[in-house]
């Protein structure tokens, strides 16, 4: 049914056809720049290849007449967001293009798993709000995307008016209509969390065509997330995301935010906690001094937490794949790293001695102890150190005489080992544990540990 | 209601704290048999991602805030486990009451995602979600804190 809708536009555009495309717009050339193969796959995963040379001839022209004008207007975004890779036909691009627009009406009708449900509602949110589209039962997909074309097409002329798709009447007094009203941009800056950079405002002329793009860019955006990524550009991105969709929450929320009127005298109270909470959030979450306004800060802080939680798991995985590697010798070089303040001794001491354990593979039978499930590792050292806790210092002179006999450790590891900070209280481990349990690292130990224990 | 609010209380332990327990963790995992095959790569990172948050839970709060108990319990959940927080006395607060003109959308639907992202956060009003927002976000930047010393340590140089 489409197809056919199409094609009979197509008819009616052919002339423009050839002559719109020769004209190479900026964002033509993105397009061709684009590597060819990727496209091609993407496509054929998408959009069943009947449609291709169908809406081909559509494609164009309805791209020919919107976006040629307009996209000249707003070439920055879009070079901007464009990640080159080979040089390509125009060909290709329109083909694309097709593959964009069948993956578009799927995704109004239901976002496909690939781009997710984030970048299905955020382009949903512009058809919206535009009811009479409901209208046309059997072309619902059909007539979405090509109010979507005129919309996207009126948006750059700040709602000139349905002058850019000619398709059909019917279509274009519903893009039109559509297109006046701004966008719901509470709905927005919701959905993408981080992800795009493409913001919606100022892309949103070629955001279609180049719907394959921000595909496989959320696509390998993912990928990338579950490798190793770094944060801080993450953050970056975000933060960047992040102002536009404020300015666009800003924009579209003024005329619709009704002021809230408060009748009982708790409710000053409560935004009196409300706002002191505010300002403590405020000063956590860092770069937020210039954000004001409760749901931009809102947003701020679940962008942090959200950055936050990624940087753990991105952490986790590095330590996963350091762990396998662990090796003594560099648990040695770690504990002078760690912690360089000297008020954290405590934590060099508990990072030596636990990676001393960790790497040594003969430790295993530390966990023979059974009373103690969770504690098991530092109970050795809390035996040691709970005995020593209460006076550090004589205690560290104690050993480090012992200490200074070990070759293999620099005497700041060992002492450290044996004064843990903050000891557990469990002392029901006996010696025996404690020196099995430096079995593996060094021979000398036991014996002597033993001994001054 | 009393306008007099007691100071907001978002003290978290030192880094020590956090690098003990996480080290502790850390090191039982790695006594289990099947963790350094190479080959399950992607159970080991989510073990240790759950073995550092359940640690942080432990170190940071232990059951006095919300986000950790829900933190530990969902933990124990998955583990099969059965834990049980001693009954803390709840302040008699008039906070119970929900329906009110307090709530505009845009608030909510912010404490909304917000509530998803913050562990135990489905219960509660915006004012003490915020709290433990605060809370967690202090323990997660020094559990950032502590993993990126562990794994820059731990490096080959």
Redesign the interface.
């Known amino acids: 049914m489409e197809n056919e809708l199409f094609m009979n536009a197509g008819v009616s555009h052919a002339s423009e056809m050839t002559s719109l495309s020769s004209s190479t717009s900026p964002a033509m050339l993105n397009w061709a720049s684009m590597e060819t193969h990727q496209v091609e796959q993407s496509i054929t995963r998408d959009v069943p290849r009947d449609c291709f040379y169908f809406e081909k001839s559509t494609e164009q022209s309805i791209f020919g007449s919107a976006p040629s004008s307009h996209v000249s207007s707003s070439p920055t975004p879009l070079n901007s967001n464009f990640s080159g890779g080979g040089g390509a036909g125009e060909n290709y691009v329109i083909r694309e293009l097709v593959g964009n627009l069948g993956y578009v009406g799927d995704i109004y009708g239901a976002p496909p798993a690939s781009i997710g449900n984030s970048s299905g509602s955020c382009y949903a949110t512009p058809m919206m709000s535009s009811p009479p589209l409901d209208a046309f039962s059997g072309d619902s997909r059909f007539a979405e995307r090509a109010a979507r074309f005129s919309c996207l097409g009126n948006r750059s002329f700040n709602g000139r008016g349905a002058e850019t798709v000619p398709i059909n009447g019917e279509l274009t007094r519903v893009s039109s209509t559509s297109a006046l009203k701004p966008p719901p941009a ?1 709905n927005r800056p ?1 959905n993408l969390p981080g992800k795009e950079k493409l913001n919606p405002r100022s892309v949103l002329i070629p955001q279609l065509p180049h719907l394959l793009i921000y595909q496989r860019k959320l696509k390998r955006r993912k990928i990338r997330i579950r490798r190793e990524v770094e944060t801080q550009k993450k953050m970056e991105r975000k933060r960047n995301h992040l102002i536009h969709t404020k300015i666009l929450s800003m924009s579209g ?1 003024d005329e619709a ?1 009704p002021p ?8 000053s ?6 706002s ?3 300002k ?2 405020q000063d ?2 860092p770069g937020c001094n210039k954000v004001t306004g ?2 931009l800060m ?2 701020e ?2 962008n ?3 950055s ?2 990624r ?3 991105f ?13 003594f010798n ?1 648990d040695a ?3 002078k ?3 360089p303040s000297s008020n ?1 001794q ?2 060099l001491r ?2 030596s001695s ?2 001393i ?2 790497a040594d593979h003969h ?2 039978t ?2 023979l102890n059974p009373n103690d499930s ?5 109970n050795p050292m809390e035996t040691s150190e709970s005995r020593s806790f209460n006076s550090q210092l004589p205690t560290l002179a104690h050993f480090t005489d012992s200490i200074s006999q070990f070759s293999t450790f620099p005497g700041d590891d060992l002492h450290s080992i044996i004064h843990m ?2 000891a557990q209280n469990h002392i029901s481990e006996s010696n025996q544990v404690h020196s099995t349990s430096f079995q593996g690292p060094s021979n000398q130990v036991p014996s002597h540990m033993k001994a001054e224990l | 209601m009393a306008s007099a609010n007691k100071p907001i209380n978002t003290d978290v332990p030192e880094k020590d704290v956090f690098a003990l327990h996480f080290l502790q963790s850390l090191s039982n995992l790695r006594r289990q048999n099947t963790f350094n095959s190479p080959e399950k790569t992607n159970d080991r990172v989510k073990k240790i991602k759950k073995v550092a948050y359940v640690s942080m839970a432990r170190a940071a709060g232990g059951t006095n805030r919300l986000w950790s108990r829900a933190l530990l319990r969902r933990a124990a959940k998955e583990n099969n486990k059965v834990v049980r927080f001693p009954r803390r006395k709840k302040r008699v607060t008039c906070l119970r009451r929900r329906r009110s003109n307090r709530r505009d959308p845009v608030e909510e639907e912010e404490a909304e995602r917000l509530r998803n992202l913050v562990p135990g956060g489905g219960g509660m009003e915006i004012s003490k979600l915020m709290e433990e927002t605060a809370h967690y976000i202090k323990c997660l930047s020094m559990q950032v804190k502590v993993m990126q010393c562990l794994v820059d340590g731990l490096a080959p140089k």
């Open positions: 509470a919701v929320l935010k809230i009127v408060t009748v009982s005298p708790n409710e109270v409560r935004r009196e906690k409300i002191e909470r505010m403590l959030l956590l979450v409760k749901a809102l947003d802080i679940i942090y937490v959200q936050l939680q940087q753990v798991e952490l986790s995985m590095k330590l996963s794949s350091v762990n396998t590697r662990l090796d560099m070089l770690m504990s790293d760690i912690f954290n405590q934590v508990l990072e636990s990676d354990l960790l430790c295993h530390l966990q969770s504690n098991n590792i530092m900070g903050f």
